[in-house]
């Protein structure tokens, strides 16, 4: 450096004297010239204390741990801010969980109710068959009662009730060939005497009535009751064989 | 696997997606780092001002204009962030040092422990200096001296030409050295 020194070139050569690229002579007249000046003093210090470590220096020397982790770190403090984008997501998912958790209960309550439908159907035909087969007259004769047949089961089923409809009696009467006898005298007061025997209920039992005793004096009431019957003389009370007693006692 | 521009990974982390933003922290976290270290000095504060900054730069990216600089953008918030961290300091600054042993600071690094302090808390303040500086001048003074880049790249980021920068580089330094005045000339 020949040109004389002083505060202008001072200021344009101090970064080459701070990083040392100066030749000697250069380095000792700048030094100079800031044993005596004040203010370039003062801006070499400021320079000098930030001219190193260099940029270049410290990018090797951080420490990796440091630099690595720092992805996860600003997630990590970012994340509450991420999820108001899509808040709906999380209960979606719960949403759906649930609603398949209930979808495969309700699918293996499904099941089982489907199979236990299936054994009351099943059942049920069953009971349908042995009520058509009771109801079914019987082979050989209509209204058959002999011990083996159906509708002697049912006249034993009747014969066993507490209360017999009107209807239930009709159906007895037609069961009952005409020479049997069809009701006792006690069964009888228990139907006149129970809340089932109403006066003009059912009209006429087909095929008559048979056996039992019969009011005389009195007119049969209107509109029905078991219908007008003539007046027949008392017979005596009589098992008829074959013929179950209808009250209650078996063949 | 091709390195993509920041400002294409910017865009796309704008969309939301993560793997572009870590794609786009991974180039520069380093200079951040050491960026920060040369205003404070400290390797846990460095960590935690880049941090910072990439939080903000996470919260703001809708802010930055796809048109200018993504890197620019960048070094603006994470320079504004170690400022702050140092006006936070100003006032520990402010309190009257020892003169004797602030004039006695040594030019270059020391193997003493008190020596390299000392030189630490120099350095915290001509950095705080930086603050009463007019803007042109701490936008010259804090890019080129205190964060070491070349000095023709800040010109061009700055917009300026290179002779007008090393004239304000020189007016800023002056006036730091003027606000820091020692009572004794340069040891």
Redesign the interface.
């Known amino acids: 450096m020949t040109e004389r020194v002083d505060c202008r070139v001072f200021?344009?050569q101090?970064d080459r004297l701070v990083d040392g690229s100066l030749p000697d002579e250069g380095r000792r007249q700048l030094l100079a010239h800031?044993?005596g000046c004040?203010?370039c003093?003062?801006?070499?210090?400021?320079?000098?204390?930030?001219?190193?470590p260099?940029?270049?220096a410290?990018?090797r020397?951080?420490?990796d741990a440091?630099?690595e982790g720092?992805?996860s770190?600003?997630?990590a403090?970012?994340a509450p801010?991420r999820r108001p984008?899509r808040p709906w997501v999380p209960l979606l998912a719960a949403a759906t969980v649930v609603l398949l958790v209930c979808t495969g209960w309700l699918g293996l309550r499904v099941g089982e109710l489907q199979e236990r439908e299936t054994r009351l159907e099943l059942e049920l035909d069953a009971q349908r068959a042995r009520v058509a087969a009771l109801s079914r007259p019987a082979s050989g004769a209509a209204g058959s009662t002999s011990p083996a047949s159906g509708a002697w089961l049912r006249l034993l089923a009747l014969s066993r009730q507490e209360t017999i409809t009107v209807t239930e009696l009709t159906e007895i009467l037609g069961r009952v060939p005409r020479n049997r006898l069809v009701l006792t005298e006690d069964r009888l007061r228990l139907l006149r005497a129970g809340p089932a025997f109403r006066p003009g209920g059912c009209g006429r039992p087909p095929g008559g009535a048979a056996g039992g005793r019969r009011r005389q004096g009195r007119d049969p009431p209107a509109g029905g009751g078991l219908g007008p019957n003539p007046p027949e003389p008392h017979r005596p009370h009589r098992r008829a064989g074959g013929t179950p007693e209808l009250n209650g006692d078996d063949p | 696997m091709v390195e993509q521009a920041p400002e294409i990974l910017a865009a796309r982390a704008r969309e939301?997606d993560?793997a572009a933003f870590?794609a786009l922290?991974e180039g520069p976290?380093?200079?951040l780092?050491?960026?920060a270290?040369?205003y404070t000095g400290d390797?846990?504060w460095?960590?935690d001002l880049?941090?910072d900054t990439?939080?903000r730069v996470?919260?703001k990216l809708d802010r930055w204009d796809p048109k200018r600089s993504f890197t620019v953008w960048l070094y603006a918030l994470h320079r504004n962030r170690c400022l702050d961290h140092l006006r936070r300091s100003w006032v520990r600054l402010e309190e009257p040092a020892e003169p004797d042993r602030v004039e006695r600071?040594p030019?270059?690094?020391s193997d003493d422990p008190l020596a390299r302090l000392e030189?630490r808390e120099?350095?915290r303040r001509?950095?705080a200096a930086a603050g009463e500086l007019s803007p042109s001048q701490r936008e010259v003074f804090l890019r080129v001296?205190?964060?070491?880049?070349d000095q023709r790249e800040v010109a061009e980021a700055l917009g300026i030409r290179y002779g007008t920068l090393?004239v304000t580089q020189?007016a800023a330094?002056?006036r730091?050295?003027?606000l820091?005045?020692?009572e004794e000339?340069?040891a």
Do not use: C, I, N
């Open positions: 200021a344009d101090l800031a044993g004040r203010e003093a003062g801006q070499r210090r400021v320079k000098e204390v930030l001219a190193t260099s940029l270049e410290l990018e020397e951080a420490p440091l630099v720092m992805y770190r600003v997630m403090e970012v801010a984008e | 939301s993560e870590r922290m976290t380093r200079t780092m050491a960026t270290f040369r390797w846990e460095a960590r880049t941090q990439w939080v996470y919260r600071l030019a270059g690094e030189r120099f350095r001509v950095l001296d205190a964060e070491d880049r090393r020189h330094r002056k730091v050295a003027e820091l005045r020692p000339g340069m």
